[in-house]
């Protein structure tokens, strides 16, 4: 979809930005520009619509030079979003996502319908279209933001960072709601980050830049956690690697076993078996916490019974998460078991956590790392 031929950007002051690059952006793919502050990845992008022009090199967007277009036609015809959100204060939600549909004669009542829908897409509810970009929070304001660039259904998606502003359970529940809506779109992202971490959650290609505009490796995460380049792409991704390369298996497949259960509010008699560590449940099989059986046995026939306020936390799993997580849990688990539930979050199994080191040590091998990586 979007291809760079030997594309050089030098500014007036001498600076060279981006340095002879070559690389594809596959349709349909996310590919991630990763690198410190300084390494180009925000030019390469800001290139893409010709918000900054290229020196000498080519660039197109489906098979045309990107020079033969208009400018302000190409730019909205491309989905933009950054880090602010860049939401205009004046105007409501609704009339924010309708912009370029507007701009590209659409109609007003066709314009704002889309608009309503996108909000629904990005998970805002009808009452945020009458309000202000003041009156969101700020992930909020992303989610609009990602709804105003899909808004006339660009063939491309360029992100800027765009969730480096908010908090980090919000910036995770942002990637989760881009990686969800990529299943149904099936857009052509281009997605800039210096968090090494979000791009190897997002990307399905990585390229990895350092200073001078220098692209050092282009590949899959995969590829790339288990083989990087050179030294300077290794200490970008971090002594870490190995672990990162395990956010990229899932639990599916790795064994389970019955879980050592009690019902909430039962005497430990009814406990599964002899396990000191027992797993209290709801009526409806869901996990509340663990339990410490032999302690609540040593106080006494009245503590018998499992009581929400002994119990330990527990954060169970299902086979979409990833190993990194399993393993997570596995340590911070007192039992050194992950609970395991299906999709409505009721009970399946418990995993040991050995059985998480094994698959662990499978998913280096066949990255070509090594289980010690």
Request: proline letters at 5%; a negative charge; one cysteine or more.
């Amino acid at each position: 979809m979007i291809e760079f031929d030997s594309v050089h950007k030098r500014f007036p002051n001498g600076t060279t930005a981006v340095h002879d690059l070559s690389l594809d952006m596959p349709e349909g793919q996310i590919t991630v520009l990763v690198g410190s502050s300084g390494c180009g990845k925000t030019t390469t992008l800001r290139m893409i619509n010709r918000m900054v022009e290229q020196t000498s090199g080519t660039i197109r967007l489906a098979g045309k030079d990107i020079r033969e277009a208009d400018a302000a036609d190409l730019r909205r015809g491309i989905g933009y979003v950054i880090q602010q959100s860049g939401l205009f204060p004046h105007r409501t939600i609704l009339d924010n996502v309708a912009t370029v549909p507007l701009l590209l004669g659409w109609g007003r009542k066709k314009a704002r319908a889309r608009a309503a829908e996108l909000l629904e897409t990005v998970g805002l509810n009808a009452d945020t279209a009458k309000r202000y970009p003041h009156q969101l929070s700020g992930g909020q304001q992303q989610r609009v933001g990602v709804a105003r660039a899909l808004a006339a259904d660009p063939p491309v998606l360029l992100m800027d960072e765009p969730f480096g502003a908010v908090d980090p359970v919000v910036r995770t529940q942002l990637q989760d709601e881009l990686l969800r809506l990529q299943q149904d779109i099936d857009k052509t992202i281009v997605f800039v980050t210096h968090d090494i971490d979000e791009a190897v959650r997002l990307g399905d290609r990585i390229a990895v830049f350092r200073t001078g505009g220098h692209l050092v490796q282009c590949a899959e995460p995969a590829e790339l956690l288990a083989r990087p380049a050179d030294a300077f792409v290794a200490d970008f991704l971090g002594a870490e690697r190995g672990l990162k390369l395990l956010s990229l298996s899932t639990l599916a497949g790795v064994p389970q076993t019955a879980a050592p259960t009690v019902r909430a509010g039962e005497k430990l008699s009814a406990a599964k078996g002899a396990a000191r560590w027992q797993l209290v449940v709801s009526a409806d099989g869901k996990p509340l916490g663990w339990l410490d059986a032999e302690t609540e046995k040593a106080s006494g026939p009245t503590n018998d019974t499992a009581g929400d306020a002994r119990l330990l936390p527990v954060r169970a799993l299902r086979d979409t998460d990833s190993l990194l997580s399993a393993l997570n849990e596995s340590v911070a688990s007192p039992a050194g078991l992950v609970a395991r539930v299906d999709a409505a979050g009721v009970l399946t199994g418990v995993t040991a956590r050995d059985d998480i080191h094994d698959r662990a040590g499978e998913a280096h091998a066949a990255a070509g790392t090594g289980s010690a990586a």
